[in-house]
């Protein structure tokens, strides 16, 4: 597997971050995010997932219909001369300089959110295809975009990863702030920490053993959260992937 830095500006990704090509295995991509965790204990990383033009084009209408990049009250006269076209600000953030700007703009609006709104979207985890959401589980190298990146994002708590690249537009799915939610919930209760996104799932990576009764708690909070009525054989699933796998693979799309 490679890993290409990359630090050049771009309105998709507000961070540095690595281009990944040649993988072999998704326990050779995992062990890269770890040592990249590591040795940079000031950032957390974000993989991006499956379809990533799409995901780059709904980041895009969530950003503007949230107005993430707000930049009122912000001395702008400090940022790079990247960030500006004949003297004038480009009018979107792009430079990674910019990120405190995403950030403080998400922090506010994340105040106006908590789980119950998580819950009230009512988004399907199985119901079009239950197939699909075992597939996605048994083998998370399959949801991997042909492009794929590894953001270094500048923050130390992994549900805020996706600042830098947040997701969430059609109305019938989870926004960038429910996202949030939801991944801090997991991470708090659970040990899942955020570590991917793409157009429609989220990847958590399990960071400490669970005993019987808290992967029966996850598995109730999944249940409410998700619209599907969960019967004993999604159930099962859902226990076997939290036992045998490193990574739980969930949707945020209708």
């Not at 239950?130 to 990146?149: C, G």
Request: net charge negative; with cysteine; hydrophobic share 35%.
């Amino acid at each position: 597997m490679n890993l290409e830095y990359i630090d050049s500006p771009s309105e998709d990704f507000l961070c540095e971050r690595y281009r990944v090509t040649d993988i072999n295995s998704f326990e050779e991509l995992l062990t890269a995010y770890r040592e990249l965790s590591a040795s940079h204990p000031d950032h957390r990383f974000l993989l991006t997932l499956d379809d990533l033009g799409q995901a780059c084009y709904t980041s895009m209408h969530s950003k503007l219909s949230h107005n993430l990049d707000n930049m009122d009250g912000f001395d702008l006269s400090k940022l790079p001369p990247e960030c500006f076209e004949e003297g004038e600000h480009k009018g979107y953030l792009s430079h990674k300089d910019e990120f405190p700007i995403r950030r403080r703009n998400m922090e506010a609006k994340l105040k106006e959110h908590t789980l119950a709104d998580v819950i009230a979207k009512g988004v399907s985890l199985n119901e079009d295809a239950p197939e699909d959401i075992a597939d996605v589980n048994a083998d998370p190298l399959s949801i991997l975009d042909a492009e794929t990146y590894l953001l270094k994002v500048p923050i130390t708590a992994s549900h805020e990863t996706h600042f830098a690249f947040p997701n969430g537009y059609f109305t019938s799915d989870l926004n960038p702030f429910e996202n949030a939610i939801l991944a801090k919930h997991l991470e708090d209760h659970f040990g899942y920490q955020l570590i991917g996104l793409g157009a429609s799932y989220l990847a958590f990576l399990k960071t400490k053993p669970l005993d019987d009764n808290a992967i029966q708690k996850l598995i109730d909070t999944l249940d409410q959260i998700y619209r599907d009525e969960f019967d004993e054989d999604m159930k099962e699933m859902l226990r076997g992937f939290i036992v045998g796998n490193p990574v739980l693979v969930l949707k945020y799309t209708e």
